[in-house]
Nanobody, 117 residues
Framework: QVQLVESGGGLVQPGGSLRLSCAAS????????MGWYRQAPGKQRELVAR???????NYADSVKGRFTISRDNAKNTVYLQMNSLKPEDTAVYYC???????????WGQGTQVTVSS
């Protein structure tokens, strides 16, 4: 089994920054991709950013230029640096790990990000 532990969420004012971390542990034999999704109240969960083991990244249009995903392969940890935060970024952010292409993968428990003055 794989465990994902997220940290770094909280309350921040518009224009502020936060850095989320997600550490993976357990029976990790391979990692194809790690990424971040978010879900706001009343909305579907959506992809925020993802990074594959080849270094390829993709971002939601709404966060391009503001958020940066990075990964420390040695620590099986993925980060999400969030700058210029907006109230519409408010959501629960979930870490996701895909072991191999085509698998469902694993989810973290989620961390709340609230952007408000």
């Amino acid at each position: 089994q794989v465990q994902l532990v997220e940290s770094g969420g909280g309350l921040v004012q518009p224009g502020g920054s936060l850095r989320l971390s997600c550490a993976a542990s357990g029976s990790i034999f391979s990692i194809y991709a790690m990424g971040w999704y978010r879900q706001a109240p009343g909305k579907q969960r959506e992809l925020v950013a993802r990074r594959t083991n080849s270094g390829s990244t993709n971002y939601a249009d709404s966060v391009k230029g503001r958020f940066t995903i990075s990964r420390d392969n040695a620590k099986n940890t993925v980060y999400l640096q969030m700058n210029s935060l907006k109230p519409e970024d408010t959501a629960v952010y979930y870490c996701h790990l895909v072991p191999t292409i085509g698998t469902v993968g694993y989810w973290g428990q989620g961390t709340q990000v609230t952007v408000s003055s």
